[in-house]
């Protein structure tokens, strides 16, 4: 049974790019969730998703950030005309039910988008 | 608002101590506290995860203890070994819902 896959491990934009980051969730998942690290910092809560519904976004940037999880393929976080500041390890994790009955969440190894 | 705290920041130990990695939280209403690896440029590994109305959790070499009370978790790990050098992250949860809050994390460095 594959872990949760992120691609691309690491990916490098000019600012004013975009960036789209994917995450197929671990089988039998239909919940993901999208944290944020930045360096020196803690990992932050961005979005919970469902198959086709967005459940909490309390944690994305008002502008520029979305995310989608369609009813076929990955989930996707999309980051518009990127900045310096958007540099960051992002993280996809995944949940058979809403938090599973323990709520234990199984991460992916990240996405590290590098803004030059 | 929540906040998680993890002390030390970080921790150089010689291989075989046992040792103790601390988290408090401000919030006594949580559904779950986890612990996590994480080696560099890694993604998170689950270590424990203990439900509010549990007391401690094992896993191996590794103690989870939770005091929901006084709002703070530790994490033993007994007869340390260099494999164990990594970062070490707490996070809590209010409810069912996967919504994590980390702790900054200790780094732990065991020295052959």
């Known amino acids: 049974n594959a872990g949760v896959m992120q691609n691309p491990r690491h990916l490098v934009r000019r600012r004013g790019q975009e960036a789209r980051l994917r995450c197929s969730p671990m089988?039998?998942?239909?919940?993901v969730y999208w944290y944020r690290q930045l360096p020196e910092e803690g990992l932050k809560f961005m979005v919970y998703?469902?198959?086709?519904?967005?459940?909490?976004e309390s944690g994305m940037p008002k502008e520029r950030f979305s995310a989608e999880f369609p009813k076929e393929g990955p989930s996707i976080l999309r980051i518009q005309q990127v900045v310096r500041g958007d540099s960051a390890a992002y993280f996809c994790?995944?949940?058979?039910?809403?938090?599973?009955?323990?709520?234990?969440?199984?991460f992916g190894e990240g996405s590290r988008l590098t803004v030059l | 608002k929540q906040e998680v705290t993890q002390i030390p920041a970080a921790l150089s130990v010689p291989e075989g101590e046992n040792l103790v990695l601390n988290c408090s939280f401000t919030d006594s209403a949580i559904y779950n506290l986890q612990w996590f690896r994480q080696d560099p440029g890694k993604g998170l590994t689950s270590l424990l995860l203990?439900?509010?109305?549990?007391r401690e959790q094992t896993s191996g070499r590794l103690n989870a203890s939770l005091d929901k009370s006084s709002g703070r978790s530790t994490l033993y790990i007994a007869a340390s070994q260099p494999g164990d050098s990594a970062t070490y992250l707490c996070a809590v949860t209010r409810g069912n819902t996967g919504k994590l809050i980390f702790g900054q994390g200790t780094t732990l460095q065991v020295k052959p």
């Open positions: 998703l469902q198959k086709e519904n967005i459940i909490d």
């Open positions: 203990i439900q509010s109305s549990q």
């Open positions: 994790a995944s949940s058979p039910l809403q938090g599973a009955p323990t709520g234990e969440l199984f």
């Open positions: 089988k039998g998942h239909s919940h």
